[in-house]
Nanobody, 119 residues
Framework: VQLQASGGGLVQAGGSLRLSCAAS????????LYWYRQAPGKQRELVAA???????NYVDSVKGRFTISRDNVENTFYLRMNSLKPEDTAVYYC??????????????WGKGTQVTVSS
C-alpha cells in the first residue's frame, strides 16, 4: 500500500491550497486518516484527523481555516487550507490506517509535500 501526497506549493499569506493523498495498492479500505506537518527545526505535529465515521479534529492553530475530507470511492483524502499564514510553512505528510484484510491493518505514510507561505 502506498500513499502519494500532492498539492503543495508556494502561496502568499491569505491564500489557499488543497493537498491530496491518494492510496494505491491492494487493500480493503481506509479507516482513520491524518495530516501531519513538520516545520524546520520542529517536531512533526498532527494537524487534522478524520475518522472512518466522519468525525474531524484539528489542532487549534488551524481550526476554522483547514478542512480534512475524504473520497472513499477514489481512496483519496484531502486537506483544504484557507487563509494560510507564514507559520503554516512546513512539509505536510499524510497518514492512514489501511485495512488490508478484515483482520489486518497497517499505518501507511505519504512522502510529504512542501507548503511554503510567504508574507
Amino acid at each position: 500500500v502506498q500513499l502519494q501526497a500532492s498539492g503543495g506549493g508556494l502561496v502568499q499569506a491569505g491564500g489557499s491550497l488543497r493537498l491530496s493523498c491518494a492510496a494505491s495498492g491492494t487493500f480493503f479500505s481506509l479507516n482513520d486518516l491524518y495530516w501531519y506537518r513538520q516545520a524546520p527545526g520542529k517536531q512533526r505535529e498532527l494537524v487534522a484527523a478524520l475518522t472512518a465515521a466522519g468525525s474531524a479534529n484539528y489542532v487549534d492553530s488551524v481550526k476554522g481555516r483547514f478542512t480534512i475530507s475524504r473520497d472513499n470511492v477514489e481512496n483519496t483524502f484531502y486537506l483544504r487550507m484557507n487563509s494560510l499564514k507564514p507559520e503554516d510553512t512546513a512539509v505536510y505528510y499524510c497518514n492512514a490506517e489501511v485495512v488490508v484484510t478484515m483482520d489486518y491493518f497497517v499505518y501507511a505514510w505519504g512522502k510529504g509535500t512542501q507548503v511554503t507561505v510567504s508574507s
